[in-house]
């Protein structure tokens, strides 16, 4: 893929993605327990970044259950302190899918707006589904904020489109991730949750049996 240009070796990557955590997990998780994921389910996080969804993951299928994470740099998580069913692969998801045919849940936040073929990277979350699995994709809607008020916040999210079409992020209908720390913390707040309030994908794969 395209090289990424939020790269986890930036200064303050860690602490973005920190932020994004604590912003947008809870949401992330009210969307998982309401598809019934539990003890002894098989799960796969595609692009986990600092791992908290992952970890949290692996705490919610328990130890009859597997949570696997995927993403292109693995540099912000220790393998060696990890539970024994969370396990953290490198790879990239437009390439292929992951252990076709064997999720219980495929879930992404915030990733296909970076990668260089939706398409691909679709096909392949979707292959690896189990049947009777569910992929929830969640990712960020840009229409709340592109008519945002005050004038200095729309001044804002002007000059980081700006600059995401600069660096070769797609931002046709979605806004990139790392902005909530460049804002006054209550806007940042605000727009957070408006812009991150509906965007779900829930899409069954074919029944069991």
């Given at each position: 893929m395209a090289e990424y240009v939020l790269d986890h070796h930036l200064d303050g990557e860690r602490s973005r993605l920190a932020l994004m955590s604590r912003l947008l997990d809870p949401m992330h998780r009210r969307y998982i327990e309401a598809l019934g994921i539990g003890p002894g389910a098989r799960t796969l996080e595609v692009g986990f970044g600092n791992g908290s969804?992952?970890?949290?993951l692996a705490e919610l299928v328990g130890p009859t259950g597997q949570a696997v994470a995927v993403d292109i740099d693995l540099s912000l998580v220790?393998?060696?302190t990890a539970p024994a069913n969370l396990d953290y692969l490198q790879?990239?998801?437009v390439a292929g899918p992951v252990d076709p045919g064997t999720f219980d849940l495929v879930t992404a936040r915030a990733v296909l707006h970076h990668v260089t073929d939706v398409d691909a990277a679709m096909r392949n979350l979707v292959?690896?589904?189990?049947?009777?699995?569910?992929?929830?994709?969640?990712?960020p809607d840009f229409l709340p904020v592109s008519?945002?008020?005050p004038a200095e916040v729309h001044r804002f999210w002007e000059g980081w489109l700006t600059w995401s079409r600069e660096q070769g992020i797609d931002c046709s209908g979605t806004v990139p991730d790392g902005y909530a720390e460049?804002?006054?913390?209550?806007?940042a707040k605000t727009i957070q949750e408006r812009a991150w309030s509906s965007p779900i994908w829930y899409v069954p794969a074919a029944p069991k049996g």
């Amino acid at each position: 893929m395209a090289e990424y240009v939020l790269d986890h070796h930036l200064d303050g990557e860690r602490s973005r993605l920190a932020l994004m955590s604590r912003l947008l997990d809870p949401m992330h998780r009210r969307y998982i327990e309401a598809l019934g994921i539990g003890p002894g389910a098989r799960t796969l996080e595609v692009g986990f970044g600092n791992g908290s969804v992952s970890s949290w993951l692996a705490e919610l299928v328990g130890p009859t259950g597997q949570a696997v994470a995927v993403d292109i740099d693995l540099s912000l998580v220790d393998q060696n302190t990890a539970p024994a069913n969370l396990d953290y692969l490198q790879a990239d998801i437009v390439a292929g899918p992951v252990d076709p045919g064997t999720f219980d849940l495929v879930t992404a936040r915030a990733v296909l707006h970076h990668v260089t073929d939706v398409d691909a990277a679709m096909r392949n979350l979707v292959a690896s589904l189990a049947p009777g699995g569910a992929i929830l994709l969640i990712e960020p809607d840009f229409l709340p904020v592109s008519i945002a008020e005050p004038a200095e916040v729309h001044r804002f999210w002007e000059g980081w489109l700006t600059w995401s079409r600069e660096q070769g992020i797609d931002c046709s209908g979605t806004v990139p991730d790392g902005y909530a720390e460049c804002c006054n913390p209550q806007v940042a707040k605000t727009i957070q949750e408006r812009a991150w309030s509906s965007p779900i994908w829930y899409v069954p794969a074919a029944p069991k049996g």
